[in-house]
């Protein structure tokens, strides 16, 4: 016996609790693609295309075809416009305060150099000596995407110990 199907004039199954369980299922699987650190929450595109997948197949199910066929164009065009979006914006300048902890002696002109590498300017710096660390409190300036990279770059050298800030 099949859900939805008319047996002597009568539906067998109820389809909307079908729907129910689909949209409940699916709500937990783009639950877990979300994912959130180092300050960035990544997966909610992700997340949100999977939920309209279930719904185009739910429409499609109910025999809405032409409505799931022009949704899921919108839905492309917009996947299409908001990626060229977000690569210009991680292309924009932003200024970030960033602290560096390194090694007592590490010069400055080591992370300079790192950090120009990057495209990523120094529009102030100060420098605190401690007993056990040297502490450079730094105002960056450069490319958004830049930053999620240069972290890890500073990380390499083995004077530094830690990197905080973007």
Do not use: C
């Amino acid at each position: 016996m099949k859900i939805g199907i008319v047996e002597n004039g009568q539906r067998v199954g109820d389809p909307a609790r079908l729907a129910a369980q689909i949209v409940s299922g699916i709500g937990f699987i783009g639950a877990g693609t979300i994912m959130q650190g180092g300050g960035m929450v990544t997966g909610l595109t992700s997340a949100a295309t999977i939920w309209v997948v279930a719904s185009l197949g739910i429409a499609i199910g109910a025999g809405h075809f032409l409505e799931a066929a022009g949704t899921a164009v919108l839905v492309m065009l917009v996947l299409a416009s908001l990626t060229r979006l977000e690569h210009r914006v991680r292309r924009l300048r932003r200024v970030v305060s960033y602290t560096i902890r390194a090694r007592p002696g590490t010069q400055f002109e080591d992370l300079r150099v790192a950090l120009e590498a990057h495209g990523i300017r120094v529009l102030a710096q100060q420098t605190y000596d401690h007993p056990d660390d040297r502490t450079f409190e730094l105002r960056l300036i450069g490319p958004a995407m830049q930053f999620e990279t240069v972290t890890d770059k500073l990380l390499v050298n083995t004077s530094v110990m830690s990197v905080h800030g973007g």
